[in-house]
């Protein structure tokens, strides 16, 4: 599966954007999606996950409350809402699909395919 993110912007701190994560080749079916961050210097970090399948969601520790990840299946497409954004949200932000077991679901290795990335920029 091929994956197109979108929806990157500036915004200022306690703003909203909202991200995509188009798939082509192929649908979602039977995937779990993740969304994850890197900054700069820093290390992949998860943000959240959606099984294709059930619909249930996974988030980080950092991103409960603010973040709300969501599949369109008949878009196939997966959206990340982010609002009360912070100056740490700033971040190149990459969706990934991939069969991950529970356990590793915030693990990037365990997502076999990945977007291009979208930089979010959170700054007055």
């Known amino acids: 599966v091929q994956l197109q993110a979108s929806g990157g912007g500036l915004v200022q701190p306690g703003g909203s954007l909202r991200l995509s994560c188009a798939a082509s080749?192929?649908?979602?079916?039977?995937?779990?999606v993740g969304w994850f961050r890197q900054a700069p210097g820093k290390e992949r970090e998860f943000v959240a996950a959606?099984?294709?399948?059930?619909?249930?969601?996974y988030y980080g520790d950092s991103m409960k409350g603010r973040f709300t990840i969501s599949i369109d299946n008949a878009k196939n497409t997966v959206n990340l809402q982010m609002n009360n954004l912070r100056s740490e949200d700033t971040a190149v932000y990459y969706c990934?699909?991939?069969?991950?077991?529970?356990?590793?679901?915030?693990?990037?290795?365990?997502?076999?395919?990945w977007g291009q990335g979208t930089l979010v920029t959170v700054s007055s």
């Open positions: 959606v099984d294709a399948g059930s619909r249930r969601s």
């Open positions: 080749g192929r649908t979602f079916y039977n995937y779990r």
């Open positions: 990934g699909a991939g069969r991950p077991i529970l356990s590793e679901i915030s693990r990037p290795s365990a997502y076999a395919n």
